[in-house]
């Protein structure tokens, strides 16, 4: 009977072990935004103030720069409608030389709509708001190497 109550526990025993390639939990990633984009209805601002990473200036005629992998809040305050388009210039490399590639399109965000980007790739981002009658509002947001910040 002992024999068999500890041939029982063995098993049990080698399946609380560590797994060497777990994933960490959902609710230990964070997703708070280290930027917050505001399109109004004249201008494009953003706020990082006090969030780790983020710092205000950047190369290209950014307004902010954040470590790669950053979350951006977007918010749409105007009045109306804007069609919101995402491009980014990628940082030049040797093999890669710096061109201009579209990289989101937002569709139209509703006055009050917000979204979240997670931006990645290292380089400048031009976020541009379109208004119905053409008018545009844009900031850029550099995004660095981790290591950086």
Do not use: H, K, N
């Amino acid at each position: 009977m002992a024999a068999a109550a500890i041939a029982l526990l063995v098993p049990a025993a080698a399946a609380c072990g560590s797994d060497p390639d777990a994933q960490p939990p959902v609710a230990s990633v964070d997703f708070e935004p280290r930027l917050v984009v505001t399109v109004g209805d004249t201008s494009a601002t953003a706020d990082g103030t006090g969030r780790v990473g983020a710092v205000e200036g950047g190369a290209g005629g950014a307004a902010w720069s954040v470590p790669s992998g950053s979350v951006v809040e977007l918010d749409m305050r105007a009045a109306e409608p804007r069609q919101v388009e995402i491009s980014v210039t990628p940082t030049a490399t040797a093999d890669d030389p710096e061109t201009s590639a579209p990289w989101a399109d937002a569709g139209t965000m509703q006055p009050g709509e917000s979204t979240v980007l997670a931006l990645s790739a290292l380089g400048v981002y031009r976020i541009t708001a379109t208004a119905p009658d053409g008018r545009t509002t844009d900031l850029a947001v550099e995004v660095v190497p981790r290591s950086a910040t």
